[in-house]
């Protein structure tokens, strides 16, 4: 059916050109899942996780260590100041990356009327009414 010289055709492949694919799994349930049976249960880590998050966690033994750090005046201990400054560092990334609501809506707002006038009009009309 091909020649015999087919299997010696060059074949060239540019970055990006073969098959690129990728599982974007939303469902963090295969994380869970694949946590070893002697290290902890799954279904408990996830439920656990649902309700609070790994950082969330963190930073409340962080507040507690500090807390009983300070009651034993234990302040200048240097791995005590490395927690303090790491709970610091951690709270400018947060501020820094924390969203601005009003200026999403506001971006939003400027999207809509852009490509769906109507839609604009209404809405606006059903903000000024409620307030």
């Known amino acids: 059916m091909f020649p015999n010289q087919f299997v010696w055709a060059p074949q060239y492949r540019l970055p990006f050109s073969g098959a690129v694919e990728q599982d ?4 963090l349930a295969p994380f869970f899942r694949a946590i070893p049976a002697g290290a902890g249960n799954g279904q408990i880590e996830q439920r656990v996780f649902e309700r609070h998050s ?10 507690a260590v500090r807390a009983l750090a300070g009651a034993l005046q234990q ?9 303090g400054a790491m709970q610091d560092e951690i709270a400018a990334i947060k501020a820094s ?7 999403a809506a506001r971006e939003a707002l400027q999207e809509l009327a852009r490509t769906d006038q109507a839609g604009y009009a209404a809405l606006l009309a059903e903000l000024t009414t409620r307030s």
């Not at 974007?24 to 469902?27: D, L, T």
């Not at 790994?54 to 507040?63: E, F, I, M, R």
């Open 24 to 27: 974007i799994e939303a469902n």
């Open 54 to 63: 790994y950082g969330s966690q963190l930073d409340a033994l962080h507040q």
């Open 75 to 83: 302040q200048a201990l240097p791995e005590l100041q490395a927690l």
């Open 97 to 103: 990356l924390k969203p601005d609501p009003l200026a």
